[in-house]
C-alpha cells in the first residue's frame, strides 16, 4: 500500500505571496488532516477533511484554508504569506475506526 | 494549545542503554499515541494506549498510562543509534481524528 504523497516537499516564497499545497493520503482513507509544524509553537491542528468536508478547524487566521477532492486527495492554500508561516506543513490520512494517524513527509515552506 | 508536555526535552544516551520519556497532559483523555519523527521528516505511530490500559509493549517500546496522575511514560529498551529522533505523545482534541501534541523529547543514542 502506498503512503501519504505530500507535494512539493520544498518550496520558497517571499512575502505576499500564496502557496498550495497537496496531499494524497494512503488509498481507502477519506480523512485528510493537517499540521503545521515550527521550532516555536511545535505542531499545530489546520484543519481536517473526511469525504470532502472539513471537520474541524485550528485557531489559525483565514488566511489559511483548504479543501479535499473526491479521490480524497487533500490540498491547503495559505494566502498573502508572512515570514512566521515557514514552516514544516505535515498532511495525515487516517483511517476510520482507529485513532492513529500516517504522515507524509512533509512540506517545508520557507517564507522570505 | 499544547495538551502534553514532555519531559525531558532533551536526552542522550548511550547504545544498549534504556531511554524513557514521560508526558503531561491536562484533560480527559479516551486515549494516549506516541509518535517519533526523524529530524526534517514526517511522524511515525509507534503505539496507541487507551485510558482503561496501564500498560502496553510493542517490541522494544513499554508505554504506561496514569490517568489519575494525567501522565505516560515511553520506554525504549537497549537503544540503538537508528532511534535517534524526537518522539511526542499525543492525545484526541475535539474530535478523535484530532490531536494535540506534546513539546517533544530529542532523544539522541550515542554509539
Known amino acids: 500500500k502506498a503512503g501519504v504523497t505530500q507535494t512539493p516537499r520544498y518550496l520558497i516564497k517571499t512575502r505576499g505571496q500564496q502557496v498550495t499545497l497537496s496531499c494524497s493520503p494512503i488509498s481507502g482513507h477519506r480523512s485528510v488532516s493537517w499540521y503545521q509544524q515550527t521550532p516555536g509553537q511545535g505542531l499545530q491542528f489546520l484543519f481536517e477533511y473526511f469525504s470532502e468536508t472539513q471537520r474541524n478547524k485550528g485557531n489559525f487566521p483565514g488566511r489559511f484554508s483548504g479543501r479535499q477532492f473526491s479521490n480524497s486527495r487533500s490540498e491547503m492554500n495559505v494566502s498573502t504569506l508572512e515570514l512566521g508561516d515557514s514552516a514544516l506543513y505535515l498532511c495525515?490520512?487516517?483511517?476510520?475506526?482507529?485513532?492513529?494517524?500516517?504522515f507524509g513527509e512533509g512540506s517545508r515552506l520557507t517564507v522570505l | 494549545s499544547q495538551q502534553g508536555e514532555e519531559d525531558p526535552q532533551a536526552l542522550s544516551i548511550q547504545e544498549g542503554e534504556n531511554a524513557t520519556m514521560n508526558c503531561s497532559y491536562k484533560?480527559?483523555?479516551?486515549?494516549l499515541q506516541w509518535y517519533r519523527q526523524n529530524s526534517g521528516r514526517g511522524l511515525v505511530h509507534l503505539i496507541l494506549?487507551?485510558?482503561?490500559?496501564r500498560e502496553k509493549h510493542s517490541g522494544r517500546l513499554r508505554v504506561t498510562l496514569d490517568t489519575s496522575k494525567k501522565s505516560s511514560s515511553l520506554l525504549i529498551t537497549a537503544s540503538r543509534a537508528a532511534d535517534t529522533a524526537s518522539y511526542f505523545c499525543a492525545t484526541p482534541s475535539g474530535s478523535a481524528r484530532q490531536l494535540t501534541f506534546g513539546s517533544g523529547t530529542q532523544l539522541t543514542v550515542l554509539p
Open positions: 495525515a490520512s487516517i483511517p476510520e475506526n482507529t485513532g492513529e494517524l500516517f
Open positions: 494506549i487507551r485510558s482503561n490500559e
Open positions: 484533560t480527559s483523555i479516551n486515549n
